[in-house]
T-cell receptor, first 117, second 112 residues
């Protein structure tokens, strides 16, 4: 498809398990972002990839969270030893380029709704 | 205190009516301000992007305004439709960073 694709759309898992969330950005987009959206909260920045530069991981809430982007395209967000407070919608977005002054909109996927039992 | 605050938190209007959503921000300096629409269960979709030097930007029935002096923005929806029912999120991009700052949104419900 032409948009950002995320999988799975829903994930229910037990506390303590590891989960992997996948994001397929729009082809050709060099910038990729992960956000977390908890109920009643604004989107929370997690991590940002721009081309071949080192990712900005400053938003990751703990060392249980990590993300990779292989070949400048697909990205995987991994949460190890999940906790109940990790329950949220995880959104991925991509844009044609990074840079603080870009006027390009971020294109969002529909997210993965993660529920930790 | 959030750097981007929106009001009201929720709003109910009748189909065909106009409404205005507010966004106050403290982010300074900033590169641009965006409004996104997020349908339930979907990702946000960009409506408008305004740089700090722009005062207004329209996208169909959506018109965003920006007053950089008072650090306020508004989103005006004209002749509302049932499909306008969604959350509307104000987003500010600080200068020289790629990290956007999101408001918590206004949930709009349009009833027939």
């Amino acid at each position: 498809g032409a948009g950002v694709s995320q999988s799975p759309s829903n994930k229910v898992t037990e506390k303590g398990k590891d989960v992997e969330l996948r994001c397929d950005p729009i082809s050709g987009h060099t910038a990729l972002y992960w956000y977390r959206q908890s109920l009643g909260q604004g989107l929370e920045f997690l991590i940002y990839f721009q081309g071949n530069s080192a990712p900005d991981k400053s938003g990751l809430p703990s060392d249980r969270f990590s993300a990779e982007r292989t070949g400048g395209s697909v990205s995987t967000l991994t949460i190890q030893r999940t906790q109940q407070e990790d329950s949220a919608v995880y959104l991925c977005a991509s844009s044609p380029g990074g840079g603080g002054r870009t006027q390009q909109p971020q294109h969002f996927g529909d997210g993965t709704r993660l529920s930790i039992l | 205190k959030n750097q981007v605050e929106q009001s009201p938190q929720s709003l109910i209007i009748l189909e065909g009516k106009n409404c205005t959503l507010q966004c106050n921000y403290t982010v300074s300096p900033f590169s641009n301000l965006r409004w996104y629409k997020q349908d339930t269960g979907r990702g946000p979709v960009s409506l408008t992007i305004m740089t700090f030097s722009e005062n207004t930007k329209s996208n169909g029935r959506y018109t965003a305004t920006l007053d950089a002096d008072t650090k306020q923005s508004s989103l005006h929806i004209t002749a509302s439709q049932l499909s306008d029912s969604a959350s509307y999120i104000c987003v500010v991009r600080p200068f020289n960073t790629d990290k956007l700052i999101f408001g918590t949104g206004t949930r709009l419900q349009v009833f027939p």
